[in-house]
Nanobody
Framework: QVQFVESGGGLVQPGGSLRLSCTVS????????MGWYRQGIGEQRELVAD???????NYADSVKGRFTISREINKKTVYLQMNGLKPEDTAVYYC?????????????WGQGTLVTVSS
């Protein structure tokens, strides 16, 4: 069963930065399109960034220009560098592999990592 372990969240002031990491226990990690999702309180989970096996990236409009997704194949890890954080970025962040539709591949999720942006 695939496992996701997210880390790197915390409390940060508006305008600050954080770098999230997600390590994935799947043998074919390099073949998957990977994504970062987030879920705020009372909100649905949304996809904020994804990266293809070839390194092509996509971002939600709300984070474009501020967030950067990357991956290390040999470490089976995907990162999310978040700069210029805003209070509306406050959420629990998760990673998963995703299908072409943007829906997650795997039904299981990690514990997520909480990002709180507040002064």
């Amino acid at each position: 069963q695939v496992q996701f372990v997210e880390s790197g969240g915390g409390l940060v002031q508006p305008g600050g930065s954080l770098r999230l990491s997600c390590t994935v226990s799947v043998s074919s990690f390099r073949l998957y399109r990977m994504g970062w999702y987030r879920q705020g309180i009372g909100e649905q989970r949304e996809l904020v960034a994804d990266i293809s096996p070839g390194g092509i990236t996509n971002y939600a409009d709300s984070v474009k220009g501020r967030f950067t997704i990357s991956r290390e194949i040999n470490k089976k890890t995907v990162y999310l560098q978040m700069n210029g954080l805003k209070p509306e970025d406050t959420a629990v962040y998760y990673c998963n592999a995703l299908q072409a539709s943007g829906s997650p591949v795997f039904g299981s999720w990690g514990q997520g990592t909480l990002v709180t942006v507040s002064s």
